[in-house]
């Protein structure tokens, strides 16, 4: 699918997600794709403080006219006093569950020549090829919530986890495509040696399984999968999780290869929409500063050039810049190098 015009939602919110989106924008725009139409809404702390909502019914119409957004960050301090609903982080829980984002890839390798920047052993790190594939719109995140006072006068947070059966075909069935343009091996992550809510996971992950033969399909408890991750991280291919699990599960895999400013990811609808985002947060202590590694955000554009927009060649191109600035030196204090985020930004667009 190529489209002849495409309409790209910009949000970049709060900390550093105005510098590192802003060169993810020269990027695209040094591409020079026809039709392209950039557009953009606020987010998180700083939409709140504008508007008085993290994520104004404004964006919101931005975004359903989009073909895709391209997603900075969102997250303030200054905002935790305020209720839930209205702190920066329903920015982004909100639009996934508004828009219908259930799958959340996370690839996660180790760029050539970045091996000493694990905390890992480098030849355990160097093995790491792997995409955990995340449940997005259920799980404890959604479910019924609250704080009560019991009757004897303790006070209880609660959360409800659940999972219907088909929510887990739709992500099963994400993920075992995914494995199959890959090295066609999956394994299923639960807890279903104590949850229900795991038990009808797996036995739907099973179900599942039997349109897709040619998968090899295994099954894991999360604290074996956080080990397992740390332990032999080369023996993954696709991880399928819920929101839950695949939320930690996914900082644990940036960490073992060594650069969260490296590390983009993929929210996707049913069809071709998604919304694209660096796996780092917003990292309020270099907001401004121009030091943030932008590379993130930058490979995300990417992801939604081939995602969203069916354009395959241009975001190979991009990958492929990105890895020639990180080979000639180029690297952001994430990395233990000095280079800031505009001059990252510089050597990305050259390498085009
Ligand atoms: C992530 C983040 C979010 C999540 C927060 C910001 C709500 O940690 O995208 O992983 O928990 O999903
Ligand atoms: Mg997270």
């Known amino acids: 699918m190529t489209k002849n015009s495409m309409r790209i939602a910009v949000f970049a919110g709060d900390g550093i997600g105005p510098e590192v989106t802003e060169q993810a924008v020269r990027v695209l725009e040094k591409l020079d794709l026809s039709g392209l139409e950039l557009v953009e809404g606020d987010v998180g702390g700083m939409a709140y403080r504008k508007h008085g909502h993290p994520l104004p019914a404004e964006t919101l119409e931005i975004a359903r006219s989009a073909d895709a957004i391209l997603f900075g960050a969102v997250g303030d301090f200054s905002c935790d006093h305020l209720e839930r609903h209205l702190r920066p982080e329903q920015a982004i829980l909100g639009l996934r569950k508004e828009l219908g984002l259930f799958a959340n890839l ?46 004897d006068g303790r006070r209880q947070g609660w959360d409800m986890m659940s999972y219907a059966e088909d929510e887990v075909r739709r992500i099963a069935n994400t993920a075992f495509t995914a494995a199959m343009g890959r090295d066609r091996k999956l394994c299923s992550v639960d807890k279903a040696n104590v949850l229900e809510t795991s038990q009808l996971w797996r036995d739907v992950v099973i179900e599942v399984s039997k349109e897709y033969p ?31 699990f695949g939320d930690i599960l996914s900082d644990q895999a940036s960490m073992c290869v060594g650069s969260i400013g490296l590390l983009a990811s993929a929210s996707l609808a049913e069809g071709t929409f998604g919304l694209y985002e660096p796996i ?30 069916g354009l395959e060649e241009q975001a190979v191109r991009i990958e492929k810049a990105v890895a020639a600035a990180l080979a000639a030196g180029v690297k952001g204090g994430d990395l233990g190098g000095s280079s800031g985020t505009r001059e990252i930004g510089d050597a990305v667009v050259e390498r085009l």
């Open 280 to 309: 780092h947060g917003s990292a309020p202590d270099i907001a401004g500063k121009g030091l943030a590694n932008p590379m993130a955000t930058i490979l995300s554009a990417a992801m939604m050039l081939r995602h969203s927009l």
């Open 106 to 151: 996370r690839p996660a390798r180790v760029f050539p020549g970045l091996e000493d920047l694990t905390t890992l052993r480098p030849e355990v790190a160097s093995k790491i090829d792997l995409l955990i594939v995340r449940e997005l719109n259920g799980d404890v995140y959604f479910g019924e919530k609250g704080m009560r006072v019991l009757e």
């Open 214 to 244: 040619e998968v090899e399909l295994s099954h894991m408890y999360v604290d074996n999968a956080a080990m397992q991750l740390v332990k032999n991280p080369g023996a993954f291919d696709v991880i399928v999780t819920g929101n839950l």
